[in-house]
Structure formats: C-alpha cells, structure tokens
C-alpha cells in the first residue's frame, strides 16, 4: 500500500507523542467520480477489493530500516504520477483511508483536465459527447490541501520528482502511473482540453467526409473504433486490415470472444482482413487527416483508403525513471517491454526502493492493458 500500516503505526505514534491523542480510524472505501463506470466486480491484480473495510491502527513500533521515513513533518506525503485511471483510483480511496491530517496526496498530471480515453471512441463518432470526454479536476478530492497539479515529471529520485519546469515535489512515498503511449484518436497527446477537445472534432469530421476508413490493427481499440464507425455511419466502407490469424490476437484473449468479434464486425459491414500487415511507407507516414491513398498488404493486396487509423503500437513513458537507479536500471524497467517491473504488491521490484509504487499500463503486471485493469491496480495499491 502507498500507506502501509506499518507506516500508519510510525506516524500514529508521531502524532499522539505530539498531540497527547489517539487516532483511531473506522472508514469505508468506495468507488471515485470519474470512474464510475468501471466494473468493481473485475479484479486485474487477483486482490478482491472490499466495499466496506475497518482498520484500526495498532501500537506496535515497525522495523524502520524497511521504510523511507526522512521525512519528519505530521503529514505524509504522497505523490502519484499521472492523473488516469490507476492515479486516480489510488488518490480517492488513500484519501478516504487516511485521516486527512495524516496523509498529504499531490497528483502530477501532464494534461489540464482529465481525460476519459474510453469515450473518446465514440465521441469521435457523436460529437455531442465530446464534452464529456474531458472532465475537470475540481472534486477530485474532498479535502483541500490534497490536489491535482499540472506539470509533467521529468526526473525521478528516492524521495523527490523534478518536472520539467523545474518544480520539485518531495515524497514520503510514490506511486507511478503514467499509463501508455497510444496513436490518436483513442489518446491524445495534447495537455490542453481545449486544443483536445478540438482535435476530437477533427478526426469526426473526417470520418463524417470520408467514403472509405482504413483501421489498421485489430486489437481491442481497432475493434471497437470499426464497430464505433460502422454503427454511425453503416454506408460507409470501414475495412480492418490485422497482422494475427485472429482479431484480439494476444495470449491473453479467448479464440471465442475474437470469433465473436469477427462475426459481429462482419454483420455490421466491416470488412476484415486477418493475417496481413499493412506497410506504411517510412517516408510517407500517416498524416492524420483526410488523405486519399493506397497501402499494400504483407501479401500484396492493395487498399484504398481516405482515411487512415493506426490501431497498434502500444508503447510506455518510463524515461523519467532513468535517474531513479542509473546503476541497476535494468532492475527496474524490462527492456523487452519497456515497462516498470513491479512486484504483486505493486511496489517496484527493487528492495531499496519499498514505498516507490507503479499502477496501470506502466507496469509490467500479465493481462490486456485495459482500463478496468488499471482501476483495479489502483484501488489494490491504495
């Protein structure tokens, strides 16, 4: 836990030494706001999450040479790198574990709002939904020294996170949750809503002129974008062109739910195309707006498109790692994956580093990366 009860004794202790009282804390955990509309009944980590639990701190003094405990303040600081699912997740309910005058949490977000990936679908089809995508910051919490800042961490050390403004935020204990790096239009790479707002907009508008769309890549984003366009739009011609055998083609999904999804994007129109990879011309990439074209297939098959979306590429921003142990990096990042390794506390797995956490797509943890996933990782490492 970013909070962990031996560090709720340590601080306990602290406070009664101080204040002559006892801190004895009842709560319940809930869902947040923004994340409403997550299943709470899906477990990502295989940790069930209780909607009602009890704590009582305990009086037993912990062995301080596992824990980071420079700090001397009343206050517990938190950060917590990214302002998505898994942040957020953990901000809400470490904030209604913690009494407020314990814990201080601090959420770094690179963007100006929050922005909800999963309608982004969607709104690019129904632009009335747009708003909605982007949500503000201000009931994040319900407390007002914790907040969520805009900036973008640049550097990452024991105890401090330097952005890229030159900002530095000291911590008691972190948690990293970065997310991935994702093709628009399901993420952006705008910080601001507006601008944000405005490309979504963008891309409808194409979809809307275009008379043939070309999705390559079909994995759960390609798919639900299809099924996105053929739902709206069912006179266009929306093909979906995918490297696998199957649609969804990883180890971790079913070959049934892709044959479902297979059949249900054939009712709808799509026209699906397995075990070929579109070549996109090195030099000359996709532009991201309305661009009439033809692309060849790894087999050959000529596609002409107006429009072009790229479904695949996942990667991670984990760069600001690289100051965290310059000596042991490969200890924390995979470079297979380019993911945090984390153990299944969530802590990174670097025994020096015990109060420093990963959640979300930023982690190397097995299964899709998938929001339900990270909410859940989020709620876990809290």
Known sequence: MLFSPSQSNLLHRRQQHQQQQHVDHHY???????????????????VATHPNRHISIAESIPDVHTMNIARTSKSFHVVII????????????????????????????????????????????KPELIDLVWLPYDHIFRY??????????????????????????????????????????????????VKGKAELRMFGDMVRVADSILIIGGGPTGVGLAAEIATVYPK???????????????????????????????????????????????????KNQIDCRWLKTTKGRRLFSSVQFLCNGITFETSLMDTLDPVFKHKIIDPA??????????????????????????????????????????SHVA
């Open 82 to 125: 990214g302002g998505s699912f898994a942040g957020i997740r953990a901000a809400q309910e470490l904030e209604l574990l913690m009494p407020p005058r314990m814990v201080t949490i601090t959420v770094i977000d690179r963007r100006d709002q929050y922005f909800y990936n999963l309608g982004a679908l969607r709104a690019l089809v």
């Open 28 to 46: 319940s955990v809930h869902g947040g706001e923004l994340a409403q509309s997550m299943d709470r009944n899906y477990h990502g980590t295989g």
């Open 144 to 193: 007002p020294h914790n907040k969520v800042i805009q900036g973008e961490a640049a550097s990452v050390y024991p105890n401090s996170v330097i952005l890229k403004d030159g900002r530095k935020l000291d911590f008691d204990s972190l948690l990293v949750a970065t997310g991935s790096v994702y093709p628009r239009p399901c993420k952006v790479e705008t910080t601001s809503h």
């Open 236 to 286: 266009k011609i929306v093909m979906l062109a995918h490297a696998g055998e199957r649609l969804m083609s990883s180890e971790y999904s079913s070959k049934s739910v892709s044959r479902k999804a297979y059949k249900k994007l054939k009712s709808m129109g799509v026209k699906v195309i397995l075990g070929e990879r579109v070549i996109i011309p090195e030099d000359e990439p996709l």
């Open 337 to 378: 994956t380019g993911q945090i390794r984390v153990l299944p506390t969530m802590q990174l797995n670097h025994p020096e580093l015990p109060w420093v956490f990963a959640a979300g797509d930023v982690c190397d943890t097995a299964g899709e990366k998938q929001a339900y996933r990270a909410d859940s990782q989020g």
